[in-house]
């Protein structure tokens, strides 16, 4: 299983942005898009990789992963946590994992939706 650093980029009123962070010797290139998923369930509605832009900066580059924001409420209504767990494989089938911490606001809606 191989270890991904997740992080929240961006959250809007449409939707939840996160990157992936791939360990060394891996890139953003090799991750399946379709096999994504949030806490085994929520697939994203959109994905892409940062472009290589031939600098040192490129063993740097994410995996970004955008999720609709209603469904991640809804989610989190459900499931009764406080963390965001991304799941997937790579092209060549090894699985991998990683955890985002989730942000105020979307506790906030997750409490206000459950009372």
Same mark, same amino acid.
């Given at each position: 299983?191989?270890?991904?650093?997740?992080?929240? =980029?961006?959250?809007? $009123?449409?939707?939840?942005?996160?990157?992936?962070e791939? $360990?060394?010797?891996?890139s953003?290139?090799q991750?399946?898009?379709d096999? /994504?998923?949030? +806490? #085994?369930?929520?697939?994203?509605?959109?994905?892409?990789?940062? $472009?290589?832009?031939?600098?040192p900066s490129?063993?740097?580059?994410?995996?970004?992963?955008?999720?609709?924001?209603?469904?991640?409420?809804?989610l *989190? =209504?459900?499931?009764g946590?406080?963390?965001?767990?991304?799941? #997937?494989?790579?092209? +060549?089938? /090894?699985r991998?994992? #990683? /955890?985002? *911490?989730?942000?105020?606001?979307?506790?906030?809606?997750k409490?206000?939706? =459950?009372?």
């Amino acid at each position: 299983m191989l270890m991904a650093l997740v992080r929240l =980029a961006r959250v809007s $009123p449409d939707c939840v942005e996160l990157t992936l962070e791939l $360990p060394s010797g891996f890139s953003p290139e090799q991750v399946e898009g379709d096999s /994504i998923r949030v +806490n #085994g369930e929520l697939r994203p509605k959109e994905w892409s990789q940062e $472009p290589r832009r031939k600098r040192p900066s490129d063993i740097f580059r994410l995996f970004h992963v955008v999720f609709p924001r209603p469904d991640v409420e809804d989610l *989190l =209504a459900r499931g009764g946590e406080s963390v965001l767990r991304v799941t #997937g494989a790579l092209c +060549n089938g /090894i699985r991998m994992e #990683g /955890i985002c *911490l989730l942000p105020a606001e979307l506790l906030a809606a997750k409490v206000s939706r =459950a009372s």
